[in-house]
Structure formats: C-alpha cells, structure tokens
C-alpha cells in the first residue's frame, strides 16, 4: 500500500503542474503573455550588417508616423480594378523573403541590412494589368514619389520589405514598407510606401528626378543627369 500511495501522490502532483502550465498557456488572461522586443540582427550567414541605426536622416519631411490599424496600400491606375490592402492583408497573404542589400546614399555614405517582404512582381502577378503599362509610380506618405520602368520590377528579385535585421521598419526607417531598390541609388528607396500606380508615361519624374537627379537611379552611372 505504501508504494501505491507513492505513485498516485506522484501523479496528483503531476496532474496540478500540467493543469497550471496549460492555464498559462491556453488561458483567457492574454496579459499573462508578455511580449518580448525584438533583437537586431547584426550577422547573416558570415556577413556583417550594419545597425538600423547607421543611416542618416534626409526624408523630405521628416520620419513619418503611420497608424498600422488604419494604413492602406492603394494600388490602381493601368489595371483592371483599383485594389486597397491593410497592413494585414499584405504581411499575412505575401510569400515572405529576405535578403542582404546595400544601401548606397548620393551623399556617400552606404548600409549593408538583411533586408524581409514580399518581392514586387508576386504583388504585380495579381494584378490584371492593361498591356499599355511600361511604368510602375510610387507614392509616400509624405508626398515623395519615384519610378521604374516595369520590366525592373517584374525581371528582378525586388522587395517591399517590412522588417530589418529581423526587426520591423521603426519609423524613420520607412514603417510600414520600404523599397529596396537594389542596384539603385538610395533616392529611388522610396519609404512609406502608400500607392502603387501603373502607368504608360515612361517619363514620370518623381521628387528628386524633377530635380535633376537621374530617372534610372543605377548604381554604375552618376546619379545626376
């Protein structure tokens, strides 16, 4: 008898530590869940990466604030029927990639960020798009804009990234999404994104290209026309 005694006392004591361990886990009390910040990423695969805090602040306006619960990603023009998506809608329906890209500012100074989204031309694959678009515009939230001829967008491996260095956009940085514009100079990184235009004027100037900054933005030529 004592032996038996033993084992249910054993299993009594188990049963109270599995029932508290599952109240904690599945109870209604959510506030019993703490939730921990985000560590920066500072190595990816052997590479090095720069801080999110290694960039210096040049936005037309200032870092902009956007409410996630209410932000809206308009997509329209050359397309069959205008689309608005949540922060939600897109970060939970894309296909998610990462990828280290170097940022490389006209004012000289670089950052190399393990880059996470979705990639341009899964976004443009559904779309119904009319066969006379040649141009995708951007537009942020602060009234910046840029543009790219489509065939960039829909030959290359470009992202709409949410998170850096395994952390999400803080503000500065372009929260909710940014562009990376790789193989593009740093004011074709077009952050805030708010609206994604398709268009046929191949000879869109956005903020710094109507002030004499080149439209391809590439890398291996000089930035100004």
């Known amino acids: 008898m004592g032996k038996e005694k033993i084992i249910l006392a054993f299993i009594f004591i188990v049963a109270i530590l599995f ?10 009390n959510s506030e019993q869940i703490n939730q921990l910040k985000s560590v920066e990423i500072r190595e990816y695969k052997g590479e090095n990466l720069s801080s999110i805090t290694d960039f210096r602040e040049n936005s037309i306006k200032g870092p902009q604030h956007i409410n996630q619960e209410t932000y809206n990603l308009k997509i329209n023009g050359l ?31 670089s950052a190399k960020i393990l880059w996470e989204g979705f990639l341009v031309k899964d976004l443009l694959a559904e779309l119904q798009i ?19 001829p489509i065939d960039y967008l829909t030959n290359n491996d470009i992202l709409i990234a949410y998170k850096m260095n395994g952390v999400p956009l803080p503000p500065e940085r372009g929260f909710p999404f940014q562009l990376i514009a790789e193989s593009k100079w740093g004011y074709k990184w077009i952050k805030w994104i708010t609206e994604i235009e398709l268009s046929n004027d191949e000879n869109y100037k956005g903020y710094w290209e109507s002030r004499g900054y080149s439209d391809t933005g590439n890398l291996d030529e000089s930035f100004l026309d």
């Open 79 to 109: 397309i069959e029927e205008e689309i608005n998506l949540s922060y939600d809608d897109i970060v939970n329906g894309s296909k998610t990639y990462e990828k280290v890209v170097t940022l490389d500012c006209v004012e000289g100074w």
């Open 19 to 28: 029932g508290s361990f599952y109240y904690i886990k599945k109870g209604n």
């Open 130 to 148: 009319n066969p006379e678009a040649n141009t995708v515009i951007f537009r942020a939230y602060d009234g910046y804009s840029t543009s790219f």
